[in-house]
């Protein structure tokens, strides 16, 4: 694996430094103030982000996701990874680039497993940032980091489907944008365990469809984003929403997770490289009993340890990626497990030492601190909690030592 990156990707970097630096940074708080200024949180989206939208198109930072696909940038996992990275710097940086989730990993299923009618209708809007899209998965009465949990109904009636169910944390739903839900459900609960499940596509203005209430995350709303609960009541939709076919809904889930994954970690780093470099600035201008903080022993082993712990998880993470370039998104699932679980554990480590060099300045809403922290927490959860990657990972190095044994024994070595 090479570390250095392609003259292409260097280009890319600086270009998105320089309109994060230019654009986003400089307009966080107006998007914050614009969404205020709405009638309701949930009812419109800030003018500002189409303004950015309209200006990434206009320099050609967009859609730089989609690894071998005719439809984005032709970036490999590798190539995306320090890009992604600098658009996770921005709570708003992601969507501004249409490298937003999930809808990254919706197109990324309608581009993989869509029919040409589906790609039509969904894709291409998703594609130009016309619309927004959600993922309902997780349900609140059953243990969903078990996806062979879920309870939510897929029954064929004719030509169409009927769809009951519960969800919530179906991220993206509260947006006024969003037109497109893919929902995850059993159509046969008499199946083998992993070909129960289906995935469907569902307009969120069908009939039936009734969205609870929104949740927030540690007081932070995430409007007009947002996470719902979601009511699928008797919904029917055509039969021709189905993605793949019947029973193909967890093969799905694990194609969709392993990218998504990975986008999350990328994202991270990029928080904790801001989180750093806040931290830094402040504690040398800021000074407590005679001393900048800068030059207090214990702040200088903070500034150090998360310098180690950011290079750490980059390196991992570029592994995951080169992985899933070289031998594909199966074979890599250990290392994908791997950065899951190191990823936000670095994140919220270096995003917490720079709240706690800025005090009480840290835990408010002057410094983007906080929300950082607090998305950088939910991903610990979303997408599989850190316990359930473990043990994945436990069980993968356990059978990779039977082989080795079986192997050795094979041999006259034990």
């Known amino acids: 694996m090479y570390f250095s990156y392609s003259d292409k990707v260097v280009k890319l970097q600086k270009e998105l430094t320089s309109f994060m630096e230019e654009h986003i940074y400089p307009n966080e708080r107006l998007y914050e103030q614009q969404l205020n200024e709405q009638p309701s949180r949930w009812s419109a989206v800030p003018p500002i982000m189409e303004e950015l939208k309209e200006k990434a198109k206009q320099a050609g930072l967009w859609n730089l996701f989609l690894p071998e696909s005719e439809y984005g940038a032709g970036l490999t996992n590798v190539e995306y990874a320090p890009l992604c990275e600098i658009m996770g710097r921005s709570i708003i940086g992601p969507e501004a680039f249409n490298c937003g989730a999930p809808d990254t990993g919706n197109m990324e299923v309608l581009v993989r497993y869509g029919t040409s009618e589906q790609k039509e ?78 995935m469907i596509l569902v307009p969120l203005n069908t009939p039936g469809v009734k969205i609870e209430r929104m949740l927030p995350v540690f007081g932070y709303d995430h409007a007009p984003h947002g996470h719902a609960e979601i009511h699928y009541d008797n919904v029917r939709v055509p039969a021709s929403n189905m993605l793949l ?30 989180a750093l470099e806040e931290l830094c600035k402040r504690i040398q201008n800021r ?14 082993e903070w500034v150090a340890e998360s310098r180690i712990e950011i290079e750490q998880a980059r390196l991992l993470t570029l592994k995951a990626a080169y992985m899933m ?41 002057d410094t983007p601190l906080a929300a950082l922290w607090a998305n950088a927490r939910t991903l610990r959860l979303a997408d599989g909690p850190d316990e359930v990657h473990k043990a994945q990972l436990a069980r993968l190095e356990l059978k990779s030592y039977h082989e080795k044994e079986a192997t050795y024994a094979h041999k006259g070595f034990v």
């Open 121 to 198: 209708k969904w894709l291409k809007p998703l594609l130009n940032g016309d619309i927004r899209s959600c993922f309902s998965m997780t349900e609140p009465d059953v243990g969903s980091s078990d996806a062979t949990n879920i309870q939510c109904s897929i029954v064929r009636e004719g030509d169409e489907y009927v769809i009951n169910g519960r969800k919530w944390w179906s991220s993206g739903a509260g947006d006024p944008r969003c037109k497109i839900a893919i929902v995850m459900g059993k159509s046969d609960f008499t199946a083998s365990k992993y070909e129960q499940q289906s």
């Open 245 to 274: 076919g019947e029973g193909k809904g967890f093969a799905i889930a694990q194609g969709r997770l392993g990218p998504g994954r990975i986008h999350h970690c990328m994202r991270l780093i990029g928080a904790a490289e801001r």
């Open 287 to 300: 000074s407590t009993f005679n001393k900048l903080l800068s030059q207090q022993g214990v702040i200088q």
């Open 325 to 365: 370039d070289t031998v594909g998104n199966k074979k890599a699932r250990k290392e994908i497990a791997m950065i899951k679980v190191m990823a936000p554990a670095m994140a919220l480590k270096v995003i917490d030492r720079a709240i706690q060099a800025f005090g009480a300045a840290g835990v408010s809403e």
